[in-house]
């Protein structure tokens, strides 16, 4: 009974591990490495709902228990990627700029410019009185006082300088004719001297005397219009001014820099959009990896399973012949330390099973509740029917690598002649017209335009346009060795991955031959054993070489996949993806 069920099991996971009935590879297919196979998975966007990932990126968790666990197939683990993986949303993000850029360019090098300037401002003489808005009657009458006591105070010191003034000169002429000087003029000459000394009092008495004061009126109150807003604010005497003007400006000719940066731009969002593409497929190859990996490490657990059923069978037929006076104490031993060893394998693979599941989700980048589990059977993919050669001219082709190379040597390119331009002739056209009013006065306003050509070059600029070119043409030549290099690249990939594809195509035959012989190998062992004429270590070997045989086969059949995405890689998938169109 106990080697029936230990068959079984063994049966259970011979049949969930092969996945296919018969030894060889499935026939090959006309399938051609430009099938995607996002292109090829129906649409699931409902059932991978749960798996988007909370929008707001800056938003921590609230719980990171996993209440969710989804099995998913690889299309749909792909398909979950190329929607939320972050790295290839950054180069997304990145083509989006590249794009406004373009869109900047040409907004600056093809249209013109067109501006409006408006200015309104108050201009005052140094006569000018200073001037207050108006204020109601109370705030009026002190303002008043205020001006007329200062506006006194200033007369009584400028009479008071004045007197003082005109009184030293009369006194000076006083003492001058004043004495024996008198006694050489005749009495003509001395009535005359007194008329001009009595005529000089007068002036110096009518210069003294100040004139009366008249304060400046302030506005009455609420009186404040569009006109004596200006002369109450700024105390005008000259008037404000208001000018309006339509400025236009536009390049006729940018020595060959207009052409050269907009096309540099445009292969700049090409270049974007093919790094979105070698992003998307290298994201494909990284997800299918860490699929086949978490799928191995579950594999690994059934193999680690039934590993463990085995051994508790031997360890009770042990013990029953133990029990029975057959057998001995040390095959007991034995089986123990065997099922000991199977429960230890099972921890270990049910640990590294958990691992790679995260890293998978990881990949996807899930919601932080879910947990992602493997949907598909281990099974060979599909066959490769091109040669060597024809995989390697297929590469040249479609390996978005190469275009880029190409589109950096390209943009070198119109970058030197971008810096070119700047030593050469630049041509504009301006246009404008313009408005000028004296908002103060009752007069129109006048009107102006202008118009012309204005040409610009640069007679000396230290040799910066010429440096400029020559670092641009050394990006080209850079470009062009990297593209060199990428050539042997791509060669040398897709030649290990074609090698490995067909070692681990041969090696799945071989390991399914292995596993069917060992599967045999313990049955008879164990017959053997139940009849006595085995022993328990032939059981223990047949048991460790069917778990081998069976790790064996798993490689195989994973290696072969993975080899296969490798190549798949290599030659380059199709271009289509979030970009919305075959390229």
Not at 550 to 564: D, E, F, K, M, V
């Amino acid at each position: 009974m106990l080697n029936d069920l230990a068959l079984n099991s063994q049966k259970m996971l011979m049949s969930g591990l092969l996945a296919i009935a018969p030894v060889t590879l499935p026939s090959p297919v006309q399938a051609t490495p430009t099938t995607t196979p996002v292109a090829q998975a129906p649409s699931t966007s409902d059932v991978l709902a749960p798996f988007n990932p909370n929008p707001d990126r800056l938003a921590l968790p609230e719980k990171v228990n996993i209440d969710l666990n989804q099995p998913l197939t690889l299309e749909q683990a792909i398909e979950v990627a190329i929607r939320n993986n972050i790295g290839l949303q950054i180069s997304e993000l990145q083509l989006q700029r590249a794009r406004t850029q373009l869109r900047q360019v040409q907004a600056q090098l093809l249209y013109p410019t067109l501006a409006l300037q408006a200015s309104i401002g108050q201009n005052t003489t140094p006569g000018g009185q200073p001037a207050y808005l108006p204020l109601n009657v109370q705030q009026q009458l002190s303002l008043q006082q205020q001006q007329q006591q200062q506006a006194q105070q200033q007369l009584l010191g400028q009479q008071l300088a004045a007197r003082s003034i005109l009184n030293t000169q009369v006194q000076r002429l006083q003492q001058r004719f004043q004495g024996p000087q008198l006694t050489a003029f005749t009495d003509q000459q001395n009535l005359e001297l007194q008329q001009q000394l009595q005529q000089l009092q007068n002036s110096a008495s009518q210069a003294a005397t100040p004139a009366p004061f008249t304060p400046i009126p302030l506005a009455p109150v609420n009186q404040l219009n569009f006109r004596n807003f200006f002369t109450n604010v700024f105390g005008a005497t000259s008037g404000a001014t208001a000018n309006v003007a339509l400025v236009m400006n536009y390049t006729l000719f940018a020595g060959g820099g207009r052409s050269a940066a907009i096309a540099a731009a445009r292969d700049q969002v090409r270049l974007s959009e093919l790094e979105v593409e070698r992003q998307r497929q290298q994201l494909i190859l990284d997800v299918t990896n860490d699929y086949y990996l978490a799928q191995q490490a579950k594999v690994q657990v059934q193999i680690a399973e039934a590993a463990v059923a085995n051994a508790q069978v031997s360890l009770r037929d042990t013990q029953a012949f133990e029990r029975a006076g057959t057998g001995t104490l040390v095959d007991v031993l034995t089986a123990e330390v065997n099922l000991a060893n199977a429960e230890q394998n099972l921890s270990q693979a049910r640990n590294l099973e958990i691992t790679t599941r995260r890293q998978l989700a990881q990949r996807l980048n899930v919601n932080q509740t879910v947990d992602v589990a493997i949907a598909d059977r281990v099974e060979p993919a599909e066959a490769w029917t091109l040669s060597l050669e024809d995989s390697i001219l297929l590469a040249y082709q479609n390996r978005v690598e190469l275009e880029q190379r190409l589109l950096q040597r390209r943009i070198a390119l119109k970058n030197r002649q971008v810096a070119l331009a700047a030593a050469r002739p630049q041509v504009s056209l301006f246009a404008s017209g313009n408005m000028l009013d004296k908002v103060t006065d009752d007069l129109a306003p006048r009107f102006g335009y202008g118009v012309g050509l204005q040409m610009q070059l640069a007679l000396f600029e230290g040799g910066n346009a010429r440096a400029g070119a020559a670092r641009q043409e050394a990006l080209a030549a850079t470009a062009e060795a990297e593209y060199a290099n990428q050539k042997t690249l791509i060669r040398q990939e897709v030649e290990t991955a074609y090698i490995t594809l067909r070692a681990n195509e041969k090696n799945i035959a071989t390991a399914q031959t292995a596993v069917t012989q060992a599967t045999e190998g313990l049955r008879l062992a164990r017959l053997r054993f139940q009849a006595g004429v085995g022993t328990q270590q032939e059981v223990s070997r047949a048991e460790t070489n069917l778990t081998q045989a069976q790790g064996n086969l798993l490689a195989a059949i994973l290696n072969y996949n993975r080899s296969l995405a490798a190549l798949k890689r290599a030659v380059g998938y199709p271009k289509q993806g979030r970009l919305g169109v075959n390229k």
